[in-house]
T-cell receptor
Framework: SQQGEEDPQALSIQEGENATMNCSYK?????LQWYRQNSGRGLVHLIL?????REKHSGRLRVTLDTSKKSSSLLITASRAADTASYFC?????????????????FGKGTHLIIQP | EPEVTQTPSHQVTQMGQEVILRCVPI?????FYWYRQILGQKVEFLVS????????KSEIFDDQFSVERPDGSNFTLKIRSTKLEDSAMYFC??????????????FGSGTRLTVV
């Protein structure tokens, strides 16, 4: 799999249910970030989790990071119709790009989440 | 809440023409980025900029591309001679002094570039 690959590719659940999306990556990271993108719009930052952290919460969002398995999960609890969007994980990977400076992010293909009202 | 502003929101250009995409990052941020997203594909890193010079770049960022911070507020991406495959949504982003703080990057809404 490529760096920052999410699964499932698409997820459809009923409003009020919890949604879980997973991300796997291949090489060591400085941090991993989750973003949301509504159709045709910009990316909205949700959570950043550092490589030495295991879990983070923000409102209805919970992110876990398992560096031994090189994987992360995003849990959205009590989903709402407004949560319908594409969700991307992005890794900040040392040396991913030439220059050695401020690390660019490597994005996955995303999970398209549909919340059915 | 502070925003990253991008202009124009849409741009149509003829193949071979030069385009300049403009961005106003968040005022106290020091790191600036350009990403692109071809329709239906991943968001791809192009370049990062810090202290008035390119910090990192991807293989996509070839000699056709250049970035500039012409004044204290604007950050531009120039494509010298556009090709059909440059058609994409281009996102500008900025981040604070210390990467790894708990706010990540702030992205703009994007410029949709269509090369015809």
């Amino acid at each position: 799999s490529q760096q920052g690959e999410e699964d499932p590719q698409a997820l459809s659940i009923q409003e009020g249910e919890n949604a879980t999306m997973n991300c796997s990556y291949k090489t060591s990271i400085n941090n991993l970030q989750w973003y949301r993108q509504n159709s045709g719009r910009g990316l909205v930052h949700l959570i950043l989790i550092r490589s030495n952290e295991r879990e983070k919460h923000s409102g209805r969002l919970r992110v876990t990071l398992d560096t031994s398995k090189k994987s992360s999960s995003l849990l959205i609890t009590a989903s709402r119709a407004a949560d319908t969007a594409s969700y991307f994980c992005a890794t900040d990977t040392p040396g991913a790009y030439s220059g050695g400076g401020a690390d660019g992010l490597t994005f996955g293909k995303g999970t398209h989440l549909i919340i059915q009202p | 809440e502070p925003e990253v502003t991008q202009t124009p929101s849409h741009q149509v250009t003829q193949m071979g023409q030069e385009v300049i995409l403009r961005c106003v990052p968040i005022s106290n941020h020091l790191y600036f980025y350009w990403y692109r997203q071809i329709l239906g594909q991943k968001v791809e890193f192009l370049v990062s900029f810090y202290n008035n010079e390119i910090s990192e770049k991807s293989e996509i960022f070839d000699d056709q591309f250049s970035v500039e911070r012409p004044d204290g507020s604007n950050f531009t991406l120039k494509i010298r001679s556009t090709k059909l495959e440059d058609s994409a949504m281009y996102f500008c982003a900025s981040s604070g002094v210390e990467l790894g703080l708990n706010y990540g990057y702030t992205f703009g809404s994007g410029t949709r570039l269509t090369v015809v």
